[in-house]
């Protein structure tokens, strides 16, 4: 079926370090979300991008669709620790799926 | 508001056991999915609904049942639970197809434990 690899799994970073995971289709979307899961908790949507070569930012966040619309990255500069948890790519496909399958997502540990 | 409600927040059944997970929501979405999520894992799709009577098979549908007799309410029913069952169960609603810029909603979860 229809999947997505995101990668990479874990990362953990000195508070003050930039962090990137990044989401690969081998086929083309029809638009991406990414989502967030802090530890316990359950995910909350960040954002979804549709054009492109979209890039799109919420203060130290940076989101970007890739030209063939295959992939996509989450940026986050000089993190700190209420970046904690899972990030999860939400990509939807093009030919009339009405669902939304998640990335395996990348779990953030960021060290004070 | 309260937005997607699910009940029970934690379970612990018996192998061969049934429960039904309950989940309602209050903000007239159309959409309604399940998702369940193994410890360190991602988001795994087992059922969807694109309205009330209409529901679909997502990637993880053997051992579960759904019914959508309402817009606000969408079950889960689990007939013979088996260990490999053990998840948090999310609940999660939209208002129209996410293929149009329609973000997910999600409840707090449901942990569930077969023993």
């Known amino acids: 079926g229809q999947q997505v690899m995101q990668i990479p799994q874990y990362q953990h970073v000195q508070e003050g370090e930039d962090f990137t995971t990044y989401c690969n289709s081998s086929t083309t979307l029809s638009n991406i979300q990414w989502y967030k899961q802090r530890p316990g908790g359950h995910p909350v949507f960040l954002i979804q991008?549709?054009?492109?070569?979209e890039v799109k930012k919420q203060k130290r966040l940076t989101f970007q669709f890739g030209e063939a619309k295959k992939n996509s990255s989450l940026h986050i500069t000089a993190t700190q620790t209420t970046d904690v948890g899972t990030y999860f790519c939400a990509p939807s496909f093009s030919g009339g799926y009405n669902k939304l399958i998640f990335g395996a997502g990348t779990r953030l540990a960021v060290h004070p | 508001n309260a937005g997607v409600t699910q009940t029970p927040k934690f379970r612990i059944l018996k192998i061969g056991q049934s429960m039904t997970l309950q989940c309602t929501q209050d903000?007239?979405?159309?959409?309604m999915y399940w998702y369940r999520q193994d410890p360190g894992m991602g988001l795994k799709l087992i059922y969807y609904?694109?309205?009330?009577?209409?529901?679909d098979k997502g990637e993880v549908p053997n051992g579960y049942n759904v019914s959508r007799s309402t817009t606000e309410d969408f079950p889960l029913r689990l007939e013979l639970a088996a260990p490999s069952q053990t998840s948090v169960y999310f609940c999660?609603?939209?208002?129209?197809?996410?293929?149009?810029?329609?973000?997910?909603?999600f409840g707090s979860g449901t942990q569930l434990s077969v023993l």
């Open positions: 999660a609603s939209s208002y129209g197809i996410v293929r149009t810029n329609e973000k997910l909603f």
């Open positions: 991008l549709v054009k492109s070569g």
């Open positions: 609904s694109v309205g009330a009577g209409i529901t």
């Open positions: 903000m007239n979405h159309n959409y």
